[in-house]
Each structure stands twice: as C-alpha cells, then as structure tokens.
C-alpha cells in the first residue's frame, strides 16, 4: 500500500507525527487514522519539495516556522452557523434574565467563524441594538481558520440554512467576481477579536473573566486528564453564574466536581469558593 503512495510513509513516521500534535496541540489521532495524516500532510512535503516523511520530520524538527502549517494541517475545522441551535437560546434567555446587562463571551475553538457570528447575530437579536454592551473573543489554534474568520467572508451554501431574515440583515451579498460569496456586515463583525490561542498553553493571554464560554466540540480531540484541566481553567475564568456551553458529545461524566450540567450540554461551574484569576 505504502508503494503505491507519492511519499514514503511509515508507521514510525506516524507515530511521530502522532506524539508531535499530541505534545503541541493535545490532539489525540487514533490509530486508524493514518490515512487522514497522510493526506493532510503530503501537501506540505509537495510544497517544500521533499520526497518522504522522514525527510519532513527532519524539517520540521529544524524549522520552528513549519510547526504552524503542521498543526493547521492535522487540526479538524469542522462547523456551521447556529450548529447546537438551542445554545443560541439558551444564551438569548440568559441576556434576557440579566436584565440585559454587559456581557463577555469567549468562544474558545472558534475555527472559520461561524460559531462566534452565530454568538454575534443572537446578541444583536436579544438587546435589541447593533451596538449592544457586549463583547466577543474568538480564539483558536489554527492560523489559518483564524484568517478566514476575520474576512467574515462564506459561500452562499454556507449560509443557505440561515433564516432568510437573518441573512438580509447580517450579510451582504457580493456582485460582480464576488458574486457567489457574502460578507458579514461590518457592524457585527466590529463586535468580535480573533486572537490565536492554544487551550495547552499555560497561562492564556486574557484580561478578563467571562459570562460565557463556548467550547464546543474540540474537548473531544483531548484526553481525559487534559479535559479536566482545560475545565477546571475554564471554570475559573467563568464569572459566577456564567455559562459553558460544551458540544452534545462531550461528556463530563469524570468532572462533575468541576462542572454541573444545567441544561442540554450547558454547564456552571462546580468549584466553590475559588478565586477567579484569569489564565
Ligand atoms: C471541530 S472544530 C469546532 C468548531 C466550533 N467550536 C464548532 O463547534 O462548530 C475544532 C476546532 O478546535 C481547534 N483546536 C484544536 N486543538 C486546539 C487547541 N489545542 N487550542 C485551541 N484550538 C484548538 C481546531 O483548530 C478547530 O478549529
């Protein structure tokens, strides 16, 4: 099978690469996932000229630069607007309880931008304003995601499930060679920073606390321990009586001293008397 491939690809070459995205970005690629590897990385060797993975496991053990492109590369960018709908709910009745006051939302795995626009168009919704007292921070790992995001810029498809209302007032249709293409209106984009940022690094770079945090659907790459980890930081970043929004897959069975299920794959944190020091 190895043969027939363009680049010479051998287990040990992918237990390397395996330890390597576990060590740097906590993503657990099982066994079976050999093939995937070999796909998303043979465009890296193409593009540098080389001829077999060890030779790009040479490179890359060398050259700092390239661990980003690798880790862009084996990263599972996987999402879509209002995907888990009843959070975005969830969150407009938590804006409605609180009276509408000033809000703080991190979105904490935000890849191409849909979730946090998703987050945006739901606060203009429930305050009732283009400018609402609230804010978002978008964060990911994959520099390339991140730069999507920023464009705020979909195919038509990708918007196509969006409520027809929602599309007119929040997107702008491009013409001409853009057409095909709409762009997020500037004013719900202006309520969102993207920032990189890997959930492993200790202390993370913010400033402030949370009313609410999405972190959906990227604890599943992570194992247990690294999980309770990354929930037990969450929690203390969390302001009291905040909200975590995980995906319906991630269970937190192991965590419950950490985390309390309030909702449909909502939590609130279950640390008592912490401090709440960001990072
Ligand atoms: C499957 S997507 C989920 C996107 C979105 N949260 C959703 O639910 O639709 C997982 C995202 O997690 C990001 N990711 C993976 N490992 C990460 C890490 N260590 N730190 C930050 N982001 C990470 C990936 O780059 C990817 O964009």
Redesign the pocket.
Known sequence: MGELREFHFSDADFRQIQALIRQR???NLSDNKSNLVYSRLARRLRALGLQQFTDYLAYLAERSDELENF??AL??????FF??PHHFEELARYIGQRKKRPLKVW??????G??PYSIAMTLVEAYGTWSPPARILA????SQ?LEHARKGVYSLERISSLAPERKKRFFQRGQGPRAGYARVNPALRSLVSFKK????DQPWPLTSQFDII?????MI??DKPTQLSLLTRMMKVLTPGGLYFA?HSESFVHATHVVRLTGKSTYVSALSGESNDPG
């Open positions: 970005a906590g993503i880790i862009n990263t599972t960018n996987h999402t879509s995907r888990e979105c904490a795995a935000s890849s191409t849909e979730e964060t990911d790992i994959d995601v940022l890997n959930l492993l999405f972190c959906r659907n990227v790459y992570f995906g």
